[in-house]
């Protein structure tokens, strides 16, 4: 059975640190794909970034990068120079084939003070 | 930017009413989903339906639900005799047929069963 796990429930940062948001898997597929949803105040789940799991190559869009460990089965998610208007709850999902249903995390909550 | 919408976007009721909540997918998406997320929990898979027929379901789909498309654009489910425990935001979800995995939230319906 497949699991997401982010240990990390709550942090709170000061704006412009720095901040990583862990993530760890298990799946028994050899083919399957890792998300992260943002889900801010407002009650949204806003998609932030699809991995799938044969492209270990880790991503940068502006601020957010995200680092893909398959010897760890980690996927975590780095906010650089945070800002207030990240604070939000993060959600780590996997699905094991294409089309299936989302697994999510329990979430972690990102309070970013001024 | 196209984007999937939901409505009501929260009805109360009361236990052992029937409730139907509507969502409209993007219009070229095939995959359509249905969450829940109990208040500060994480969010659960109800769901999915592919090609007119319900493709994967989890545990807490049972005989009370159900879901449908009655005609090309919206995607509905249906509470038949709600209990207090189905209080919750309800999210319909989208995906594109192939390529790309990821899934598309509405808004979501807060429901409350009182």
């Known amino acids: 059975a497949q699991k997401v796990t982010q240990a990390q429930t709550e942090i709170s940062v000061v704006e412009k640190e720095d901040v990583t948001l862990d993530c760890v898997y298990e799946?028994?597929?050899?083919?399957?794909?890792l998300f992260w949803y943002k889900q801010p105040p407002s009650g949204e789940l806003v998609f932030l970034i699809r991995?799938?799991?044969?492209?270990?190559q880790n991503e940068i869009s502006g601020r957010y990068s995200w680092n893909f460990q398959k010897s760890t089965s980690s996927f975590n998610f780095t906010i650089t120079a945070s800002q207030v208007v990240d604070s939000a709850v993060y959600f780590c999902?996997?699905?094991?084939?294409?089309?299936?249903?989302?697994?999510f995390g329990k979430g972690t909550m990102l309070l970013v003070s001024p | 930017e196209p984007e999937v919408t939901q409505t009501p976007s929260h009805q109360v009721t009361q236990m052992g009413q029937e409730v139907i909540l509507r969502c409209v997918p993007i219009s070229n998406h095939l995959y359509f989903y249905w969450y829940r997320q109990i208040l500060g929990q994480k969010v659960e898979f109800l769901v999915s339906f592919y090609n007119n027929e319900i493709s994967e379901k989890s545990e807490i789909f049972d005989d009370q639900f159900s879901v449908e498309r009655p005609d090309g654009s919206n995607f509905t489910l249906k509470i038949r005799s709600t209990k207090l425990e189905d209080s919750a935001m309800y999210f319909c979800?989208?995906?594109?047929?192939?390529?790309?995995?990821?899934?598309?939230f509405g808004p979501g319906t807060r429901l409350t069963v009182t």
């Open positions: 999902a996997l699905s094991e084939e294409g089309y299936s249903a989302l697994t």
């Open positions: 991995r799938n799991s044969f492209d270990e």
């Open positions: 799946t028994r597929d050899t083919t399957y794909y």
């Open positions: 979800a989208s995906r594109a047929e192939t390529g790309h995995y990821e899934q598309y």
